[in-house]
């Protein structure tokens, strides 16, 4: 991918298979990653993405559970659309709980507001949960799909491929594991950061 990439971790890791997306962004975080990627555990907190976005990014990577029917870690790749995100009546405000929707909503507010862009490209690694009752540990399906979310994502960032605008693609096979080579040897691991 060209140009600076947020990668979003988000999900609340006290509602079971809710915290995908934190615990992928973990694993992301401990990978050799480019300069212009910063990967950020943003939780609950859907208002801070909303406006770290402002800071100018060509490219958003939201990773989160993702309920889309499928069978329980499979993962999924989805290019949101540019068009009709916010829904009727704009953002709805919730510190502790905006979906990706409400929160891609308040950014276009946000944008239209202070004359900032939002991100070109906006890509959802999802993956199906079996769970997102009260508990603090994934189940096994989607424990599994972890390493698999997070060889996608780095997948992504080295190739720039996506889908469709408006499709998603369903993966339950493993990326690929092979060790870095190249320049992705010589790059550091990345601490990750969490929004306050």
């Given amino acids: 991918m060209r140009g600076r990439t947020l990668v979003a971790g988000?999900?609340?890791v006290?509602?079971?298979?809710?915290?995908?997306?934190?615990?992928?962004?973990?694993g992301l975080s401990a990978q050799p990653l480019p300069d212009e990627v910063e990967v950020v555990d943003f939780g609950v907190r859907g208002v801070h993405l909303a406006y770290q976005l402002l800071d100018g990014?060509?490219?958003?990577?939201?990773?989160?559970?993702?309920a889309r029917g499928g069978?329980?870690?499979?993962?999924?790749?989805?290019?949101a659309d540019a068009d009709g995100t916010a829904p009727p009546g704009g953002a709805v405000l919730d510190g502790h709980h905006m979906s990706p929707d409400a929160?891609?909503?308040?950014?276009?507010?946000?944008?239209?507001?202070?004359?900032s862009t939002p991100p070109r490209r906006t890509l959802v690694v999802g993956c199906e949960p079996a769970s997102i009752e009260e508990g603090i540990c994934l189940s096994e399906p989607v424990a599994a799909a972890v390493p698999r979310a997070v060889h996608m994502v780095l997948d992504l960032l080295?190739?720039?491929?996506?889908?469709?605008?408006?499709?998603e693609t369903a993966s339950q096979t493993a990326a690929s594991t092979?060790?870095?080579?190249?320049?992705?040897a010589a790059m550091p691991p990345r601490e990750l950061r969490s929004t306050p």
Wanted: hydrophobic share 35%; aromatic share 6%; with cysteine.
């Fill in 71 to 79: 069978d329980p870690g499979t993962l999924y790749l989805i290019e």
């Fill in 103 to 115: 929160v891609l909503a308040l950014l276009d507010t946000l944008c239209a507001g202070t004359g």
């Fill in 10 to 12: 988000i999900g609340n």
């Fill in 158 to 167: 080295r190739t720039g491929a996506g889908t469709g605008t408006g499709t």
């Fill in 14 to 26: 006290f509602l079971g298979d809710d915290g995908f997306g934190v615990e992928a962004v973990r």
């Fill in 57 to 66: 990014y060509d490219t958003l990577v939201l990773v989160d559970a993702t």
């Fill in 178 to 184: 092979g060790s870095p080579t190249g320049s992705e």
